[in-house]
């Protein structure tokens, strides 16, 4: 698993929320639009792991970690 400086805590209103969504909304990326790309290309990880899927639904406490920062999924 990746070393991460700090995590944010990002808080969700809704019981739902996607992956490309949620890179945007903890800006871990600049725009919406760049989401399926750095998925696909595999350098976004969910809990440690490659999730290649933009409509993967995060849960509760989810970690996800692009390049060195990371945030956490709260709802």
Known sequence: M????????VHIDGDV???GQFL???SLIDSGA???EVIVDGDVLVNGAPELR???Q?????LVTFHD???RVRY
């Open 24 to 26: 945007k909304l903890a």
């Open 2 to 9: 990746t070393t991460h400086d700090s995590v944010e805590d």
């Open 69 to 71: 920062r990371s945030a």
């Open 58 to 62: 995060l849960k509760d406490g989810d």
């Open 34 to 36: 760049n989401a399926k």
């Open 54 to 56: 933009r409509g993967y």
């Open 17 to 19: 929320i996607r992956l």
